[in-house]
């Protein structure tokens, strides 16, 4: 094996996954999130019920002091602040996570997918192999680049846009936050559809497997972000069928190696926007409009968080399982 283990994915399985079974591997990651999953699971709920709290106390003082023209000014003022107070430093310790296992995941998958590549070489598709290597490597790459330089800024500055729309009101800015979240969706679409598309052009995805992650990935194209539903059943599936194609030690190691790499940061921010979500459909009932669509634009920036974490990621499983193909014959 040729590649090295993130001490991240060791910590997460409890150890090295190098020699592991397929079926130790899976045991190890379900005993991982087991491990982890109550220290997430407060730390996810922890936001969304600060969130709701300030907004309750914002619609209760809004009733109090009904009809004091100064006072209903700056009660929406102060609960947006307080709003994106308890929300924002979170998603900003979670745009840091993100941004670290972006780049994990980037540094581990280029020695993944050249060990595989070799292995698909010598098994006699050394052309079929250096394409998939090639277009994995120039599409992650543009990624990373376009995730670190464009897509981390443009959400900063979407959730300061949406903190102001809040505060001022009358949605005058709400025309900006949408145009901001829809770039970083067309961002994220394009490279996704671009990927894809060269794939099935080339006719590099061949087979169950590949037919599998192509529609996954266009799932997250078609569901655009957040990727929470669809796309995570459909790359379920893909990895099921695709681990009877498995045989080699590096295609075992690497899967589960993946797995534990991509698995914490996905809970991490997936549960933290369900949470919000479910504040963001609760908070009708307890404040005004603007405030509760600010917490629903803060839910949309976990989100796109949750997008540029899941693009990355399929583009190296759907990337490994094809090379997976070529190495088991």
Known sequence: MSF????????????SPENMTLDEGIGALAEGVASHSGGILRAAALPAVTVLTAALFCGAAETAFAGRDRTMKVIPLAGALAIVAAAGSDLASLMDMGRSAVETLNSFSKGLLASLAAAGGVLGSPGGAA???????????????????????????YVAVAAADAAVG?????????????????????????????????GIAAGGADALAIKAAKTVI???????????????????VST???????GITGLIAFAALVLPPFLHIGLRYLFLKLAAAVSPLVCEGR???LIENLTGAFGMLLGMLGACSLITLVSA?????LSSG
């Open 4 to 15: 090295d283990i993130p001490s991240e994915a060791a910590d997460f399985l409890g150890g």
């Open 321 to 325: 399982l094809s090379m997976i193909s």
């Open 131 to 157: 394409a998939r290597y090639t277009a994995a490597m120039i599409f992650s790459d543009a990624l990373a680049t376009v995730i670190e330089r464009a897509a981390v800024p443009a959400l900063y500055v």
């Open 291 to 293: 405030l509760s669509k």
């Open 244 to 250: 009877r194609a498995v045989r080699s030690t590096a």
């Open 222 to 240: 078609s569901n655009a972000v957040p990727v929470v539903g669809g796309v995570l059943s459909d790359a379920s599936e893909t990895v099921i």
């Open 170 to 202: 009358g949605d005058s800015l709400s025309g900006l936050a949408k145009l901001i979240k829809s770039a970083v969706t067309a961002a994220l679409g394009t490279l996704l559809a671009t990927f894809t598309l060269y794939l099935a052009l080339s």
